[in-house]
């Protein structure tokens, strides 16, 4: 299944929630959510300074159910950002580079 990475940011509001329920509270939350759309939470770390203040790896079917979850999150308004990045292996990247490509760049 393709991984993904996850980085989110909290809104105040959901800070919150954070300082209420506790991390590992918040890290349950975020396993049952990547599995009720048929994923799997990975790993999941938090952040001591920085933009974001968590950080996970999981998979999931495509990345349109990631996406889903990562706008299912947002929508509660407790995250002011949430960013899903696709993750490759060196062997999905060298299948991709071993296909025939072709590229005029501007100018050239």
């Known amino acids: 299944m393709p991984r993904y990475l996850g980085l989110l940011t909290y809104s105040a509001e959901g800070m919150k929630g954070f300082l209420k ?3 590992a509270a918040r890290e349950a ?6 599995e009720s759309v048929g994923g799997k939470l990975l790993s999941w770390y938090w952040t001591a300074s920085g933009e974001y203040n968590v950080a996970v790896i999981g998979e999931y079917p495509d990345a349109a159910t990631a996406g889903a979850l990562g706008a299912l999150l947002m929508s ?7 960013n899903i990045i696709e993750l490759l292996t ?8 071993g296909k025939p490509m ?3 760049p501007p100018g050239g």
């Open 21 to 23: 329920e506790k991390a």
């Open 29 to 34: 939350a975020g396993r049952k959510a990547a």
């Open 76 to 82: 509660t308004g407790m995250a002011s950002k949430f």
């Open 90 to 97: 060196a062997s999905e990247i060298d299948r991709a580079l």
């Open 102 to 104: 072709t590229y005029h």
